[in-house]
């Protein structure tokens, strides 16, 4: 949220920044707003005080034994119907303010290129190489299904179109994936922390989910709960309404979840795969820090998130994102896209940014200076990375030509296996075979010993 404040003394800064998003807004309605709540204000104060100089006058005069006078006991009540009536006005026009507000997205930061679209983001740094097949690379809903770890039929009678299910091999590698992402994020400072799927409709406000983009959520019927659509949302709520000691940040969290979205405005675009379904596995990275240095903290952030990609050996690079391409709530984003074999195309599997004070004012949490000085602390957050299209990534980039693909080394110690083969049946016979008869002989055991 914008600072009323700041709105006033910068109007026509503000009305540019909110051009530059794609947004036209009525400021003038705003202020006018404003100006009507001084003034309710005003009169409330001048009231409130005429009645408490009233009520002390009847208190004095029932302390003396008098009774006060009908005239001024009918005054006393015609005042507190006043006062009742012009608070309900200050209640409308600081909701109806509110609300304004709330829709209002961030200012951009000043290094943010200016853009209507994508089309203006600016690629910052390469890393890695795409490698060269000898053969077509395939894509990795073909891979997987091939393989026999990836079932998108099955999934699809289950919940519907965009859902996935992991088998065999495939459910290890999505578990290796987040426990090396979250190992590798705490060896570099960050805390591990688990939250609730579910959050109440003031968690979701706090981040800028709510009232904008309502519509892409889950919501519960009958509750006020819905479902996450990131771990940034439990995690960032975590201290609303705190005031945190300046000596206790930087504050650095990691935090695996499922994350659930209704993907409502992307019809047509991705419908295969693991690259845009409704439920998705995503480890994220949440950070807290002081106002003066948030713009470094994105940066540290931008490369802990392309650390984890680095080690995996995936092709990846940094985007800036323009004004028209950034998500509502931040000041300035980097996108993190790693290389799909399949398509020869860089796609998003990061973003990492700095909301400034917006979701800090939103969710009402401060930082207390050595001086008692308080102010609205900083937020940054950015996907650690996302799990489903590291995975996609990783299969299409360590494919074979047989059809098998390499698991990455960093990878190896938490799956047991180094790669991953097409299936045979009559490799599945013999494993059943050999576990019967393990089976078998452990039952001949039992009953010489008994």
Request: aromatic share 10%; proline share 3%; hydrophobic share 35%.
């Amino acid at each position: 949220m914008l600072d009323m404040k700041f709105i006033r003394e910068n109007v026509e800064f503000v009305k540019q920044a909110m051009l530059s998003r794609n947004k036209n807004v009525d400021l003038e309605q705003l202020l006018k707003w404003d100006i009507e709540r001084k003034a309710v204000i005003s009169e409330l104060e001048s009231l409130r005080l005429k009645r408490n100089k009233e009520s002390e006058q009847i208190g004095n005069l029932k302390r003396d034994g008098k009774e006060a006078s009908q005239d001024i006991l009918a005054e006393i009540n015609e005042l507190r119907n006043v006062i009742q009536q012009q608070e309900k006005q200050l209640l409308m026009i600081e909701n109806q303010m509110d609300d304004f507000l709330l829709n209002l997205p961030n200012i951009p930061d000043d290094s943010v290129p200016i853009g209507k679209d994508e089309k203006y983001n600016k690629v910052i740094k390469l890393i890695g190489n795409p490698k060269e097949f000898s053969f077509k690379p395939r894509h990795h809903w073909e891979i997987g299904e091939k393989l026999g770890i990836l079932d998108f039929e099955i999934a699809s009678k289950i919940s519907g179109t965009r859902f996935s299910v992991f088998k065999n091999e495939g459910c290890a590698l999505e578990r290796a994936i987040v426990s090396f992402f979250l190992d590798t994020h705490k060896e570099r400072g960050y805390q591990e922390i688990m939250t609730p799927y579910l959050v109440n409709s003031a968690s979701m406000r706090g981040t800028g989910q709510l009232p904008k983009f309502g519509e892409d959520a889950f919501k519960c019927e009958g509750d006020d709960l819905y479902l996450i659509p990131t771990a940034e949302v439990p995690v960032t709520n975590i201290y609303r309404d705190d005031i945190l000691d300046e000596s206790k940040l930087p504050q650095n969290f990691v935090s695996y979840s499922s994350c659930f979205r209704r993907e409502s405005g992307t019809y047509g675009k991705d419908t295969k795969g693991l690259i845009r379904n409704h439920q998705f596995d995503k480890v994220e990275l949440v950070k807290f820090v002081e106002a003066k240095n948030s713009n470094m903290h994105l940066e540290s952030l931008v490369c802990d998130a392309g650390h984890v990609l680095e080690l995996l050996g995936l092709p990846y690079r940094v985007v800036l994102l323009s004004t028209g391409d950034m998500g509502f709530s931040s000041a300035k984003t980097y996108d993190l896209e790693v290389w799909l074999s399949g398509d020869s195309i860089y796609r998003e599997i990061s973003s990492c940014s700095n909301f400034k004070d917006f979701q800090a004012r939103r969710m009402n949490i401060k930082v207390k200076y050595k001086d008692k000085k308080k102010e609205f602390l900083h937020t940054l957050n950015g996907s650690g990375v996302a799990v489903g299209r590291t995975f996609a990534a990783i299969l299409e980039y360590y494919q074979q030509e047989d059809g098998s693909v390499m698991v990455p080394e960093v990878l190896r110690k938490y799956t047991n296996f180094d790669v991953i083969k097409p299936k045979k049946y009559s490799d599945l016979k013999n494993k059943f075979t050999e576990i019967e008869k393990i089976v078998t002989k452990g039952k001949l055991v039992y009953l010489t010993k008994n």
